[in-house]
């Protein structure tokens, strides 16, 4: 981390000090429980809870000064060091901002270079990121977000963890409304930015997919004319956002369009679900193949997206596709496979859902389940708006085209997945609805069998990985009374 005083503090937040002004905090935490000693603890409002009841359980873990908008005494009245501001988590952003320019500054004195790399979409970012920080990480000190920390508090909090011998600083970047994306450039200045693709995911939120899209291309609007634009050609309102940009456009495709400069040449996917193709790069390097470890063929535009931006960073060829042909997946339940003792495969991909990220999930169940019995535990996909009961009749509808052996609907949100389903297939037993997880569980635990093959798939607060993760695991030996009886 870059160090500031808690006087820089106060002055970079226009905050007011009310600490010893010398004061120099080592890490910055949200969350109480991760304080450890030299933290500085940002005590923000949030949904659930206010960070402010929380601040002497951070000082009690190490913590040595506070972001807060209110005072906050301890337990015998004496005020905790403080730097006071009007919105904690904005006082982070301008935090985050000082830290990216004096990490620039300190690496110009050395003859060093700092290099920013966005990335937003609407489904495949935290792989693409995964993926191109696997690859930088072979050429110089790398720092990409834990997990999907891509809004206005995990960016910074990426940030934080730069300091001067970063060579690449990998940023997500999320967005529910228009501003959102532009507020995160803004803040990080990248010198690459990688648009994946415009979908309906938060299309209620921001009322209507061209407002998505208008989101997303901020990233390319904050370029520089020296910075790159990395974008999907096979997204026609992708391809459309070269004209936002003054920066060098590099377009991919999975598709064999003509004009991407990056290209899957013959792709592929081998017996286990995994890409392969030949990738073109500007220059028309020979021999560059990748077998990618990672499942489903929908993966191929996030290994072209990673190799793309990569290559703008200055990776040679060979680098790139050896190590986009080594990597699996870094994040949690994204296509994450379990293969259990008794011969039942699952694969969790349900951290988060949308039209199109469950489309391809089914389509990759399908693939791969030729010969088996196949699952689909689907739960809603939220923040479609008055779009969701047709996008979910659309997924019932497919599962049944796919010939997809059994589909366990989870919860109320999902029923017009259910009932399209129904109509479309005229299924019996093969096709049950779930109020909860747990009756879910309940009917997966009694009817899997050995060589069946069973997909999870929803949005994230639906919950469906935890129960993607419970079956997961091999079956215990314990009485029919007890079957169950840890809940989720």
Known sequence: MIAFTAA????ITNGRLDADPGITPLSVVTDSREATPGSLYVAKPGEQADGHDFVAAAFSRGAVLV???????GPDGEKYPAVMVPDAVLAMGALAAEAV?????????????????????????????????????????????????NGEVGVPLTVFRADADTRYLVIEMGATGIGHIRYLADMV???????????????????????????????????APAGTAIINLDDERVAAMRSRTDAAVLGFSAEGRADAAVQAINPDTNAEGNPEFDLLLPG???????SSRLIGSHHTGNLLAAAAAAF??????????????????????????????????????????????????????????????????????????????????????QVVRLNISRLVVVGREARALYVSAVQEGSWGDECVFAETAEEAYTILDAELEPGDLVLFKSSNSVGLRHLGDRIALPPQSVQPADRGSNLL
Request: charged share 20%.
């Open 8 to 11: 820089e503090i106060a002055e």
């Open 67 to 73: 972001l807060a908008e209110r005072p906050v005494s």
């Open 101 to 149: 320019r004096r990490i620039r500054s300190a690496k110009a004195a050395a003859d060093g270079v700092l290099t920013v790399i966005g990335i937003t979409g609407s489904a495949g970012k935290t792989t693409t990121k995964d993926l191109l920080a696997g690859i930088l990480a072979q050429h110089g000190p790398t720092v990409a977000p834990q997990g999907s920390y």
């Open 189 to 223: 200045k990248p010198d690459i930015g990688v648009v994946l693709g415009v979908g309906t995911a938060h299309a209620g939120e921001f009322g209507g997919v061209e407002n998505i899209a208008q989101a997303k291309g901020e990233l390319l609007e904050a370029l």
């Open 284 to 290: 028309g390097e020979a021999g560059l193949h990748v």
């Open 312 to 397: 703008a960073a200055g990776v040679p060829g060979r680098d790139i596709a050896a190590s986009l042909s080594t990597q699996t997946a870094a994040s949690r339940w994204r296509m994450e496979r379990t293969e259990r003792p008794d011969g039942v495969t699952v694969i969790n991909d349900a951290y988060n859902a949308n039209p199109e990220s469950m489309r391809a999930a089914l389509r990759t169940l399908a693939d791969l389940g030729r010969g088996r019995r196949t699952w689909a535990v689907l739960g809603a996909m939220l923040e479609l708006g008055s779009d969701s009961i047709r996008e979910h009749t659309a997924v019932g509808t």
